[in-house]
């Protein structure tokens, strides 16, 4: 498996991107992995890079988007931060990566039992603790919490249904947001140049599943 060359990444499909993800974990989950000779890999991306896929993720220390999909050096933009949500920094970077690096894909994937989603729904324990910009972080979800939280549910890291509910949405959320607040991205995926997707990792499987 070569990195990718600007003359092959200009062959690349947004749906070609997607079905690159989904073979490597499926590759993953069968512990499998696709030949990489990675000292090679450097020499041969040591001019530039051409990533077909950016992937903003959780900063989970499971959720590793270049193992999980079985991807090698070069190979897609990984952006992380804990809960997975979008901000103008992070805009700012996938506009990078796809109108300017050339992606075709971006993927907003979520997973299952995260630790910043619990956080979120534990709001008023966390910020005992005292942790300013911890709170500022677990704040981001109450919008969201408030949204599909049932009247008498309990409001709890211990409910599991909300939590992937919970789950689930933020990644809905954040997708919407990156139409909403980038013009540059929602015109590249409305000219077809781009796809942008959700995913939701399984941290006891191994395996992704597509919304």
Same mark, same amino acid.
């Given at each position: 498996?070569?990195?990718?060359?600007?003359?092959?990444?200009?062959?690349?499909?947004?749906?070609?991107?997607?079905?690159?993800l989904k073979e490597g974990n499926q590759r993953?989950?069968?512990?499998?992995?696709?030949?990489?000779?990675?000292?090679?890999?450097?020499?041969?991306?040591?001019?530039?890079?051409?990533?077909?896929?950016?992937?903003?993720?959780?900063?989970?220390?499971?959720?590793?988007?270049?193992?999980?999909?079985?991807?090698?050096?070069?190979?897609?933009?990984?952006?992380?931060?804990?809960?997975?949500?979008?901000?103008?920094?992070?805009?700012?970077?996938?506009?990078?990566?796809?109108?300017?690096?050339?992606?075709?894909?971006?993927?907003?994937?979520?997973?299952?039992?995260?630790?910043?989603?619990?956080?979120?729904?534990?709001a008023a324990q966390i910020e005992g603790l005292?942790?300013?910009?911890?709170?500022?972080?677990?704040?981001?979800?109450?919008?969201?919490?408030?949204?599909? /939280? !049932?009247?008498?549910?309990?409001? *709890? =890291?211990?409910? @599991?249904? &909300?939590?992937?509910?919970?789950?689930?949405?933020? $990644?809905?959320?954040? /997708? !919407?947001?990156?139409?909403?607040? *980038? =013009?540059?991205? @929602?015109? &590249?995926?409305?000219?077809?140049?781009?796809?942008? $997707?959700?995913?939701?990792?399984?941290?006891e499987t191994g395996a992704v599943t597509w919304?």
């Amino acid at each position: 498996m070569k990195a990718h060359t600007s003359e092959t990444q200009s062959t690349i499909t947004p749906e070609k991107a997607l079905n690159f993800l989904k073979e490597g974990n499926q590759r993953f989950v069968n512990n499998l992995k696709a030949n990489r000779d990675l000292l090679e890999q450097v020499n041969a991306t040591r001019e530039g890079q051409w990533p077909f896929a950016v992937v903003l993720s959780c900063i989970d220390s499971r959720t590793s988007a270049e193992l999980i999909f079985d991807q090698g050096l070069g190979d897609v933009f990984s952006i992380r931060i804990a809960g997975n949500f979008v901000n103008q920094d992070i805009l700012g970077s996938m506009e990078f990566g796809c109108n300017v690096a050339g992606s075709k894909l971006i993927v907003v994937l979520g997973h299952t039992k995260c630790g910043a989603l619990k956080g979120g729904l534990d709001a008023a324990q966390i910020e005992g603790l005292g942790m300013d910009n911890l709170n500022h972080l677990i704040n981001h979800f109450d919008p969201i919490i408030n949204e599909i /939280i !049932e009247e008498g549910e309990e409001r *709890s =890291s211990k409910n @599991s249904s &909300l939590l992937e509910r919970l789950n689930q949405q933020n $990644v809905k959320n954040a /997708i !919407e947001d990156i139409r909403k607040q *980038s =013009s540059t991205l @929602s015109g &590249l995926e409305k000219e077809g140049k781009i796809k942008i $997707v959700g995913a939701n990792y399984d941290v006891e499987t191994g395996a992704v599943t597509w919304l």
